[in-house]
Nanobody, 115 residues
Framework: QVQLEESGGGLVQPGGSLRLSCVYI????????MSWYRQAPGKQRELVAG???????RYSDSVKGRFTISRDIRKNTLYLQMNNLKPEDTALYLC?????????WGPGTQVTVSS
C-alpha cells in the first residue's frame, strides 16, 4: 500500500507563492502517476494537476500558468509550486498516487489565501 503525506500549506496573501510537498512510500506498489487535488468547504474535490512518470503533466484551466507539478523520484517526493495565488485557491490540498493496485491518498495540507 502506498503511503503519502503532504506538507507546505499555510496562510498566504493574494499574489503570494507556496510550494507543497508530498513524500511517499511506494512499498512495491509501482506508482505510475501522481496528482494534486483540492477540496474547498462545500465543494467537490477537483483535480489541480497530474504527472505521469516525471515529465507528462496536465493542469486544470483554473491553475494553468500559475502552478507547476513536479516529481523527484530519488527523493520520493511530489511537488506543487503555486504562484500568484488567489483567494479562490483556498482549499485542502491532497496528494494522490496511482498504481496497478489502485489509488492512495494523503491526509492533505490546508492552503488559505487571504489578506
Amino acid at each position: 500500500q502506498v503511503q503519502l503525506e503532504e506538507s507546505g500549506g499555510g496562510l498566504v496573501q493574494p499574489g503570494g507563492s507556496l510550494r507543497l510537498s508530498c513524500v511517499y512510500i511506494d512499498n512495491g506498489a509501482g506508482i505510475t502517476s501522481m496528482s494534486w487535488y483540492r477540496q474547498a468547504p462545500g465543494k467537490q474535490r477537483e483535480l489541480v494537476a497530474g504527472i505521469a512518470g516525471i515529465r507528462s503533466t496536465r493542469y486544470s484551466d483554473s491553475v494553468k500558468g500559475r502552478f507547476t507539478i513536479s516529481r523527484d523520484i530519488r527523493k520520493n517526493t511530489l511537488y506543487l509550486q503555486m504562484n500568484n495565488l488567489k483567494p479562490e485557491d483556498t482549499a485542502l490540498y491532497l496528494c494522490k498516487g496511482h498504481s496497478p493496485w489502485g489509488d492512495s491518498w494523503g491526509p492533505g495540507t490546508q492552503v488559505t489565501v487571504s489578506s
